[in-house]
């Protein structure tokens, strides 16, 4: 009988100190990772930055923890510039924090081998009044934010790209900025040739604002019959996040993968134009581990405000040849 007790009492003792918290060495098995929700670009006054927070418990026994329902008391982000300097919290945060207010809470509970993930808005924590890069960092506090009684437990770096504020031109759509110089960037008025060399150069450097300068979106939206039905019943605000959507859409790789694969090179092979209207067919090439992969493309261009403006294109396999 009495050794029954005693291996009793030890499970009471081996249980109880992980009813929030596992040991020291059990709790080095805990993960916490930090990754972007749905990466994108980001400026400094726009949508949600938003971070996607995972626990992973790799430890042999459950590990428990509190999670406020305003995640506030909870979460903390440490976001930095490249300089080392921290950007200040949100004034909601300071206020929530500094508040005397009763935090609700629930326990959970991750058992061993599994995960629990939930996502947060970096703009709810932090402060942004600055464009930049910087590197994001995440704490969870496992007894809430208020208690010292079990330390946090820290998150890998994110290096965060933020852009000028945007601004928006008389149809509602962002005008494009030079993210070198802060400055609007101006159409020219050249010749569709080198209309589509600009673009395919800004493709091949990955400068989202100059590749977008000469494209007509709706023109591009529009091509799709679905999307053409669905655009002309929208009102204007519908059309505007259409047309957004499809920007978006196009940086994500989501859309158009025609258009958006970036050609290793490329060349002008002929350039045909009148007063309105003109086509430009490229020779795109593709390099890939162990061939090189050869397109045709023809652009489509209209001519507007005596601006040439790419309205279209089609795509042609040529083959592929062998890498030297």
């Not at 993930?117 to 496992?142: C, H, N, T, W």
């Not at 809430?144 to 770096?157: D, H, K, M, Q, T």
């Not at 928006?168 to 993210?179: R, S």
């Not at 694969?261 to 045909?272: A, G, H, N, S």
Request: charged share 25%; with cysteine.
């Amino acid at each position: 009988m009495m050794k029954k007790i005693c291996i009793l009492t030890v499970l009471f003792f081996l249980v109880v100190p992980g009813l929030y918290f596992l040991s020291a060495s059990e709790a080095g098995k805990v993960e916490f990772n930090i990754r972007f929700f749905d990466r994108r670009i980001y400026h400094v006054e726009s949508d949600p930055i938003l971070v996607q927070i995972t626990i992973t418990n790799n430890s042999p026994l459950p590990y428990r923890f509190k999670l406020a329902d305003d995640r506030g008391f909870s979460v903390d982000f440490d976001i930095r510039t490249m300089s080392n300097r921290s950007l200040p919290f949100s004034d909601s945060l300071i206020r929530k924090r500094t508040q005397n207010v009763q935090v609700f809470f629930r326990e959970v509970a991750i058992e061993s081998g599994e995960s629990f993930s939930f996502v947060e808005d970096l703009r709810d924590y932090i402060s942004f009044g600055q464009s930049g890069s910087f590197r994001v960092r995440a704490k969870v506090y496992p007894e809430l934010i208020r208690s010292s009684a079990v330390p946090a437990i820290e998150s890998n770096f994110l290096n965060l790209n933020l852009r000028p504020a945007l601004i928006y031109g008389e149809d509602g759509i962002p005008l494009e900025m030079d993210i070198a110089t802060g400055a609007i960037l101006v159409k020219q008025k050249i010749p569709p040739d080198e209309v589509v060399t600009y673009m395919l150069t800004a493709r091949q450097e990955s400068q989202w604002e100059r590749f977008f300068l000469y494209l007509d979106t709706e023109a591009m939206l529009t091509r799709d019959p679905v999307q053409r039905r669905r655009y002309t019943a929208m009102n204007e605000d519908g059309r505007r996040r259409m047309l957004l959507e499809y920007r978006q859409n196009l940086q994500n790789a989501t859309v158009d993968g025609d258009i958006f694969v970036i050609p290793t090179t490329f060349d002008i092979l002929r350039t045909e134009y009148n007063n309105d209207r003109g086509t430009v067919i490229v020779l795109q090439r593709f390099r890939l581990p162990n061939y090189t992969e050869l397109r045709q493309y023809t652009y489509d261009l209209e001519k507007r405000d005596n601006f040439w403006i790419i309205v279209n294109y089609s795509v042609q396999g040529m083959g592929t040849v062998a890498n030297d």
